[in-house]
């Protein structure tokens, strides 16, 4: 299971969840093209979520590589999103852990189908525009390292964030939280990576003491 970028390939394991962050959003299809063909040609169910735009460009590069997008569709080993609300709970509201069960429902899905394996890849900055937080995200990345990447869930996850929307402390933040990164022309191996049941314990911290905090002031 290899990801190439630039030229420089990883081998990317199951359960792995990668993290690209981009300066432009056309960045996102050539990145995304490249692992789903992976996928596909090992017998993979893969799923693409983002705006318009950009399903349309990875149908385009999907096409370069001389995958049929059209029939990987009929056949349903290719799903293509570009409405938001499969993933927001009540079809409005980001909630990370609805969005992680909606990872673990497409699983579920895609092995009774008879696939071998899941790949998605969703554009967050479209998916929690006006609807998360960044301690919701924060949320959402160390639950699905905690739940995939320590369980080896047969599943490998490219999530996508522009690095020009996020606080420079959020981004810091994100990379600790994946082992595997990609960073404009760069994909590299994340040396700071954290364990993610230690940094769930940390906002768990954290949150308990702005509600004391809230509780004194009272």
């Not at 993979?44 to 001389?66: G, H, N, V, W, Y």
Request: proline content about 4%.
């Amino acid at each position: 299971m290899d990801l190439s970028v630039e030229g420089k390939s990883e081998r990317i394991p199951p359960g792995s969840h990668i993290c690209q962050l981009y300066s432009k959003v056309t960045e996102i299809p050539g990145v995304t093209a490249r692992l789903l063909r992976v996928g596909l040609s090992l017998n993979e169910k893969c799923l693409f979520a983002a705006a318009p735009a950009q399903i349309q460009e990875l149908r385009d590069e999907l096409t370069k590589l001389q995958v049929d997008v059209d029939e990987l569709i009929a056949s349903g080993q290719l799903v293509l999103y570009d409405e938001r609300d499969t993933f927001l709970a009540n079809g409005k509201r980001f909630d990370p852990y609805y969005l992680l069960s909606t990872h673990q429902t497409f699983i579920a899905q895609a092995l009774r189908e008879g696939w071998k394996a899941v790949r998605i890849s969703i554009d967050m900055a479209w998916l929690t525009k006006d609807t998360g937080t960044a301690e919701q995200i924060l949320k959402y990345e160390a639950a699905s390292d905690a739940v995939f990447t320590f369980q080896n869930a047969p599943i490998i996850a490219l999530i996508h964030y522009d690095h020009n929307k996020l606080l420079t402390s959020l981004a810091v933040e994100m990379l600790k939280l994946h082992p595997i990164s990609v960073v404009g022309k760069y994909i590299k191996r994340n040396p700071y990576y954290l364990n993610s049941e230690q940094y769930m314990l940390k906002i768990l911290r954290i949150n308990k003491e702005k509600a004391n905090n809230n509780i004194t002031s009272l």
